[in-house]
């Protein structure tokens, strides 16, 4: 996850190949699109991950995720309203390692307590 790994996003009508990675701070996954002309880097903290499914458990990949065989597949919730991130990796095993790893970054944040998740990340919003 810290080398970072090309993935599709998928959405409805398009997908998309982005640039994942974990940052140095365990707790940030940073990703790049590439379409876009300013080539934008975005981020999102794990401490918003509300729960992760893998295969085509996701609205959005059982309509558009019908190109990648299911064991490739996986979505990230995340709290409040934000959407899915429908994914898709190029190996069953790059799929396997991304919801493994995210799934243990979870667990190290839900044990972690609010003055930790402030110490550690003040800029951080926390749920």
Not at 17 to 23: G, T
Request: proline share 2%.
């Amino acid at each position: 996850m810290l080398v970072g790994t090309l993935l599709w996003k998928i959405k409805p009508g398009w997908r998309q190949q982005r640039l994942y990675r974990l940052e140095s701070d365990g707790m940030t996954i940073w990703y790049e699109s590439k379409a876009k002309k300013a080539r934008s880097k975005q981020i999102f903290s794990v401490l918003h991950i509300e729960s992760i499914r893998e295969g085509r458990q996701s609205e959005g990949l059982r309509r558009n995720g019908r190109r990648f065989p299911e064991s490739c597949c996986f979505s990230i919730s995340f709290m409040g309203r934000k959407g899915n991130l429908d994914l898709a990796a190029s190996t069953e095993q790059e799929a396997r390692s991304w919801v493994q790893g995210l799934r243990k970054l979870m667990e190290r944040a839900l044990a972690m307590s609010q003055t930790e998740k402030l110490v550690q990340y003040p800029f951080e919003k926390t749920w």
